[in-house]
T-cell receptor, first 112, second 112 residues
Framework: GDSVTQMEGPVTLSEEAFLTINCTYTATGYPSLFWYVQYPGEGLQLLLKATKADDKGSNKGFEATYRKETTSFHLEKGSVQVSDSAVYFCALSAFGFNKFYFGSGTKLNVKP | EAQVTQNPRYLITVTGKKLTVTCSQNMNHEYMSWYRQDPGLGLRQIYYSMNVEVTDKGDVPEGYKVSRKEKRNFPLILESPSPNQTSLYFC???????????FGPGTRLLVL
């Protein structure tokens, strides 16, 4: 069945460091891919999305490219800030955006 | 303000005592969904609803019931809670055919 695998955390970086969080997926058909972010004590918020192969989603300095050949959707940011500390979830949707599958989440800690 | 609300936010109960977690959205969204979040497992979809009176199972529906009698509300019912249903629960909604989900703040449930 469909599934998402993302790198385990926590990931600890210093401010202004480069961030990569790996995400790979297994899916039948042509899923849409997402990154959601969860700040402490809050629900998830959509960070970015891509709906077809080679699309690049971007928002707030974060980017991810939908790579069908490697079934990946890695999250990157060139220079992280303390305020980026949160848990990041990779997700895919199938069956006309009715069923969603999330990865296990990667906690990011950014130190000043 | 556009939002998804959940009540209660925190709940401690005992095995076998029926409970309902309410979810309400004010965005006129057709699609609503329930998830549970557990450490190391990410979010897993319990049930979803594509519109009033239309519901379907997600990945982990056992032990849960839902109903969708009104467009704005999508309650989650645990008829006979067990300790393995201790978790953090999130409700989400979106427009039909739209990938972007809006999440509620979460309900933390402890079943003793």
């Amino acid at each position: 069945g469909d599934s998402v695998t993302q790198m385990e955390g926590p990931v600890t970086l210093s401010e202004e460091a480069f961030l990569t969080i790996n995400c790979t997926y297994t899916a039948t058909g042509y899923p849409s891919l997402f990154w959601y972010v969860q700040y402490p004590g809050e629900g998830l918020q959509l960070l970015l999305k891509a709906t077809k192969a080679d699309d690049k989603g971007s928002n707030k300095g974060f980017e991810a490219t939908y790579r069908k050949e490697t079934t990946s959707f890695h999250l990157e940011k060139g220079s992280v800030q303390v305020s980026d500390s949160a848990v990041y979830f990779c997700a895919l949707s199938a069956f006309g955006f009715n069923k969603f599958y999330f990865g296990s989440g990667t906690k990011l800690n950014v130190k000043p | 303000e556009a939002q998804v609300t959940q009540n209660p936010r925190y709940l401690i109960t005992v095995t076998g005592k029926k409970l309902t977690v309410t979810c309400s959205q004010n965005m006129n969204h057709e699609y609503m969904s329930w998830y549970r979040q557990d450490p190391g497992l990410g979010l897993r979809q319990i049930y979803y609803s594509m519109n009033v009176e239309v519901t379907d199972k997600g990945d982990v529906p056992e032990g849960y019931k839902v109903s969708r009698k009104e467009k704005r509300n999508f309650p989650l019912i645990l008829e006979s809670p067990s300790p393995n249903q201790t978790s953090l629960y999130f409700c989400a909604s979106s427009l039909a055919g739209e990938e972007t989900q809006y999440f509620g703040p979460g309900t933390r449930l402890l079943v003793l």
